[in-house]
């Protein structure tokens, strides 16, 4: 296990930079963003926001672990020197954010020797933060969380997201298609960090999801592993961008073998 002193520092680190940037995309959002006069002016804005809530996260950092690495959505990549590198998605959900709906976060993780270690997600539309560090298991605004007890498959309420490419998005529908009728439902609310929080809080009982980048899952991950979730991609392998898996026991087994049978895998 890594030093708790390291994880402690790492985790009061993550907690402030999420928080201050979820802060500045909550109160720095205009209230009629998703109404605008123009069709390009609701995007510009959202763009600059996402990038405002990067440069404030990755100046809070280098301020704080200048020998850190980072990877960020938006393009930063500095592989640093110390073993700890931090992925982050300073915007996740950015459609919901143009939008108004409460479904977007701020998510911040810190790997050590390429494992995550911390995971933050500021849900700040919601007022909440969830936190978990490896071993320690995961939090919402500092008290216990843990995943539903699996249900039955076909009582499992399942969520999962869709890909911006016209192509892909044709394959992921087939693969919904199939898989809608054997579970209770399917919910897709949009950000991918906020989903696996969710699994992890219990409201849902499993999260699957192709084409998801390190920064959209780094935290999420880690906070649902810690809530007694179960992750991964393709059988007996990592999530990866060709398909991310998470559920408690007795669902996760089904649900990934479903999915490789559907080939949820590929385009």
Excluded at 215 to 236: C, K, Q, S, V, Y
Aim: net charge negative; aromatic share 6%.
């Amino acid at each position: 296990m890594p030093n708790p002193e390291l994880l402690a520092e790492l985790l009061d680190v993550a907690v402030d930079a999420a928080t201050r940037a979820g802060d500045l995309l909550r109160d720095g959002r205009p209230a009629d963003l998703g109404v605008a006069a123009t069709k390009s002016s609701p995007v510009d804005v959202v763009t600059e926001m996402d990038l405002a809530s990067e440069k404030l996260i990755l100046e809070l950092i280098g301020r704080r672990r200048p020998e850190d690495g980072y990877l960020g959505e938006e393009g930063a990549d500095h592989p640093g020197s110390s073993g700890v590198r931090w992925v982050v998605d300073p915007l996740d959900g950015t459609v919901n954010y143009l939008y108004g709906l409460p479904s977007w976060g701020v998510s911040v993780a810190a790997e050590l020797d390429g494992r995550a270690v911390v995971g933050v997600v500021a849900v700040p539309a919601r007022g909440e933060l969830f936190q978990a560090v490896l071993g320690g298991g995961a939090r919402l605004d500092g008290r216990p969380i843990s995943c539903r007890p699996a249900p039955p498959w076909g009582q499992a309420l399942v969520g999962t997201g869709f890909n911006y490419v016209r192509e892909v998005r044709a394959h992921q529908a087939q693969v919904l298609l199939a898989l809608m009728p054997e579970v209770r439902d399917i919910r897709r609310a949009g950000a991918a960090a906020v989903d696996l929080c969710d699994l992890a809080a219990g409201r849902l009982d499993a999260f699957y999801e192709r084409g998801l980048k390190p920064w959209d899952m780094a935290a999420g991950m880690l906070i649902a592993r810690e809530a007694g979730a179960l992750a991964g991609g393709r059988p007996g392998e990592e999530p990866d961008g060709d398909l991310a898996v998470a559920a408690p026991p007795g669902v996760f087994e089904r649900l990934q073998s479903r999915l490789d049978a559907l080939g949820a895998w590929h385009d």
